[in-house]
T-cell receptor, first 112, second 117 residues
Framework: SQKIEQNSEALNIQEGKTATLTCNYT??????LQWYRQDPGRGPVFLLL?????KEKRKERLKVTFDTTLKQSLFHITASQPADSATYLC???????????FGSGTRLSIRP | GAVVSQHPSWVICKSGTSVKIECRSL??????MFWYRQFPKQSLMLMAT?????????EQGVEKDKFLINHASLTLSTLTVTSAHPEDSSFYIC?????????????FGEGSRLTVL
């Protein structure tokens, strides 16, 4: 069955450092992969999307890589700030975009 | 930007009663909306896909008679939890796909926390 793993339930790093979150998947060939941010008690907010034919995508302090051979995506936040503390969800979608599957998320804490 | 509004944000009800949750797309039309359920520290579990003008598509293991979905217009989908029981207590979130072609971006509502006593 299709499976998405975000290998760290929680990640705690020092402010200013780069946070790197990992998303691995099996039994799936997504057309694209997305990253969302979710704050406690709130709905997720879309951050970035990367397509299967793209290796890397950047947006301000965010960078996403997508390796379809390794079936892995890395999500980086550079110059991390306490305001970046949240749960980050990885999501996969097929070409039809009719169903998006979410990972369980990584809870990121940035300490001052 | 596009916004999805969900109401109520929280509700407490007695066991056996029914609860309706509304999901509205505020500045765009959504022929499809998705309903998710989320338990603490767990991922979003897709419950059903709501389709405007037709029946919802339910995921395996989700009781359609328990979770009634109606997509009455291009901007409104409702989820009714019928005869609610304590095990139905959860965080329910709706989403609608962006109307920009092929972006796959989902706009989520703020979620509704249901507590069944």
């Amino acid at each position: 069955s299709q499976k998405i793993e975000q290998n760290s339930e929680a990640l705690n790093i020092q402010e200013g450092k780069t946070a790197t979150l990992t998303c691995n998947y099996t039994n799936y060939s997504p057309a694209y992969l997305q990253w969302y941010r979710q704050d406690p008690g709130r709905g997720p907010v879309f951050l970035l999307l990367i397509r299967e034919n793209e290796k890397e995508k950047r947006k301000e302090r965010l960078k996403v890589t997508f390796d379809t051979t390794l079936k892995q995506s890395l999500f980086h936040i550079t110059a991390s700030q306490p305001a970046d503390s949240a749960t980050y969800l990885c999501a996969l979608a097929g070409s039809s975009a009719s169903k998006i599957i979410f990972g369980s998320g990584t809870r990121l804490s940035i300490r001052p | 930007g596009a916004v999805v509004s969900q109401h109520p944000s929280w509700v407490i009800c007695k066991s056996g009663t029914s609860v309706k949750i509304e999901c509205r797309s505020l500045d765009f039309q959504a022929t499809t909306m998705f309903w998710y359920r989320q338990f603490p520290k767990q991922s979003l579990m897709l419950m059903a896909t709501s389709n405007e003008g037709s029946k919802a598509t339910y995921e395996q293991g989700v009781e359609k008679d328990k979770f009634l979905i109606n997509h009455a217009s291009l901007t409104l989908s409702t989820l009714t939890v019928t005869s609610a029981h304590p095990e139905d207590s959860s965080f329910y979130i709706c989403s609608a796909p962006s109307d920009r072609a092929n972006t796959g971006e989902l706009f989520f509502g703020e979620g509704s926390r249901l507590t069944v006593l």
